[in-house]
């Protein structure tokens, strides 16, 4: 299994206060990502990392902020917790996402719960 | 990125070969077509990818059409364990993002 830790892994919160996650990664991978998973939905991008301090977004980023001031760490930090980010969160990693597309490894996933 | 259709459910005799079709008629020349399964609550596990060649590994086999619009999963011997989401993804890698669709939930029976 590849290298990749979340924490927390589970976080019951109450609504306005500030979320953060993190995802570490033991296999120097350059590309990180962070999805939400809901019923119905399936898993959504939220924002990826394709290097250290470089970031973007993805299709769901709104009320979430992301940082990565190393490789092996990516952050997402939800800076007022509502109740529609009650969600599981899933890191993923990746060699490489150009040419020839390297494979995703996910995490464990984290379960927060905004009350 | 093309997207997939896959049906919603699918049943499957323990020990027999469990085959899931996925649909991407609007696939390009430089997507690879990937499946990823989902076990209960766990994070989405990498299963297999190609691009236009048949694949084998040690978990499933990819057979792809010549025209590359479908694919199928074959799980050749299907365990209790295989019981899962399957997720059909279409990917260039022009920007690394997968997107999931709803996936096949499979129901291996004994």
């Known amino acids: 299994d590849a290298g990749i830790t979340q924490s927390p892994r589970h976080k019951v919160t109450e609504t306005g206060t500030p979320v953060t996650l993190r995802c570490h990664q033991t296999?120097?991978?350059?590309?990180m990502y962070w999805y939400r998973q809901d019923p119905g939905h399936g898993l959504r991008l939220i924002h990826y990392?394709?290097?250290?301090?470089?970031?973007d977004k993805g299709e769901v980023s709104d009320g979430y902020s992301v940082s990565r001031s190393k490789t092996e760490d990516f952050l997402l930090t939800l800076e007022s917790a509502t109740s529609s980010q009650t969600s599981v969160y899933f890191c993923?990693?990746?060699?490489?996402?150009?040419?020839?597309?390297?494979?995703?490894?996910f995490g464990p996933g984290t379960r927060l719960t905004v009350l | 990125d093309a997207k997939t259709t896959q049906p919603p459910s699918m049943d499957c005799a323990e020990g027999r070969a469990a085959n899931l079709p996925c649909n991407h008629s609007?696939?390009?020349?430089?997507?690879?077509v990937y499946w990823y399964r989902q076990i209960h609550s766990q994070g989405p596990q990498y299963i297999i990818h190609?691009?236009?060649n048949n694949e084998t590994n040690e978990m499933a086999s990819l057979i792809i059409t010549e025209d590359r619009k479908s694919s199928t999963l074959i799980l050749p011997h299907a365990t209790l364990r295989d019981t899962a989401v399957y997720y059909c993804?279409?990917?260039?890698?022009?920007?690394?993002?997968?997107?999931f669709g709803q996936g096949t939930t499979l129901q291996v029976k004994p």
């Open positions: 993923a990693i990746a060699k490489q996402a150009s040419g020839n597309p390297d494979t995703q490894y």
């Open positions: 296999e120097n991978h350059r590309y």
């Open positions: 990392s394709y290097g250290v301090k470089d970031t």
């Open positions: 609007t696939i390009s020349g430089n997507e690879y």
């Open positions: 190609g691009l236009k």
């Open positions: 993804i279409v990917h260039s890698g022009n920007t690394g993002k997968l997107i």
